[in-house]
């Protein structure tokens, strides 16, 4: 069994981490591969509503055109409240691991449901805390997740040409 390779970076815009993806896309990344999350709803044009109909949500407020388009290709779409970090919407496969371990309750170590889904993927805890601190001031972050040896470090060189604040690579059986 392969293990988790995953590429994380960090974007201060949304327009920032909306070219990363479209980057990887083009690239021929798998988009099934690729979470996105944010959570810029704090500021003074406020959500009003979320739907969900199918497999798409949708979302009314400042930012609700990015997310429409990240719903619309990426697997999955959720909005959580997490403790500590606050409202956050999240797009593509994370959505499933942090659900996984809500409903198993897998929660352990002080972690945020965020966090484990995060830990899941083989982020360390130390960077998981890093990440949750530029999600909280409102910075987005964009994980590349896949099980072949390479493609996270190959995600990372195509990255690090985007507008970032930091891209960096995690093995989940280096974190152990």
Request: charged share 20%; glycine share 12%.
């Amino acid at each position: 069994m392969k293990t988790p390779n995953t590429c994380a970076a960090i974007y201060q815009t949304h327009h920032a981490a909306d070219d990363a993806v479209k980057r990887l896309q083009k690239a021929g990344f798998e988009i099934t591969k690729i979470s996105v999350i944010g959570n810029d709803y704090h500021t003074e044009e406020h959500v009003v509503g979320y739907y969900n109909t199918d497999d798409r949500m949708k979302a009314w407020g400042k930012i609700g055109a990015f997310w429409g388009g990240l719903w619309g290709i990426l697997v999955g779409a959720a909005f959580f409240v997490i403790p500590g970090v606050g409202p956050m919407v999240i797009a593509g496969p994370l959505v499933s691991a942090i659900v996984g371990g809500l409903e198993g309750a897998a929660i352990v170590g002080g972690m945020s449901a965020l966090g484990a889904g995060m830990a899941s993927m083989g982020i360390p805890k130390n960077s998981i805390v890093r990440y949750e601190e530029s999600l909280s001031a409102g910075s987005f972050l964009l994980l590349y997740n896949s099980t072949e040896d390479d493609v996270a470090a190959v995600a990372k060189v195509l990255l690090e040409k985007t507008d970032h604040d930091g891209v960096e690579t995690h093995n989940k059986s280096a974190a152990r």
